[in-house]
């Protein structure tokens, strides 16, 4: 079956690795990027060139998602989690408030989200769960964020896609697309 990942524009980014070997997580980050027309595309450019090495393999905003890394390839987005992640670039920033996270345009940008993480899922036989720190761990499959992967690899100090993400809300988005796509 083919999904929507297989459609996307694509924009590539001027960093990725290897071919991907395993998928097991799905790693969604803020973009630290402006809630704006076109955004998605701000950040898919942004990656053509970046000041240090960075990458994911789509950029979401409030219409639109951009492909930067072909699934297959390693996305330099989450060190710890690269070779057997999917990395999810939504617009908007790791400081925003719980009522910015659900304005008009990051319902948007949810939303959107959401049904391109629900692709993933299906793609890759992954559960559309927001597993814990330990679970990451342990090589369990899900959903994490940046956050969790700086934590439990020691990697990276990023924190997105911060501590007002409303995760329960994004995750029932994923699991109620997943379930009216399977």
């Known amino acids: 079956m083919s999904y929507e ?9 001027r960093d990725f690795g290897a071919v991907r070997t395993e998928t097991r997580l799905i790693t969604i980050h803020d973009a630290e990027f402006p809630e704006q027309l076109k955004g998605a595309r701000g950040v898919a450019n942004y990656f053509k060139a970046p000041d240090k090495p960075s990458s994911a393999q789509i950029c979401v905003d409030n219409q639109e998602v951009i492909q930067s890394v072909k699934d297959s390839r ?18 908007g920033y790791q400081s925003q408030t719980k009522g910015q996270w659900i304005d008009n345009y990051s319902l948007g940008v949810l939303v959107l989200g959401a ?25 369990v499959k899900g959903i994490v964020g940046h956050e969790q992967v700086s934590r439990v690899y020691h990697k990276s100090d990023h924190t997105d896609p911060g501590p007002n993400f409303p995760w329960d809300l994004f995750i029932s988005m994923v699991q109620e697309i997943r379930a009216l796509r399977a």
């Open 5 to 13: 990942t297989d459609a996307w524009e694509y924009i590539p980014a």
């Open 115 to 139: 049904s391109a993480v629900a692709q993933y899922c299906l793609k890759y036989d992954i559960p559309a769960i927001h597993l814990s720190d330990g679970e990451l761990k342990s090589g």
């Open 74 to 91: 390693v996305a330099y987005a989450a060190p710890g989690a690269n070779h057997d992640g999917v990395h999810v670039e939504l617009v």
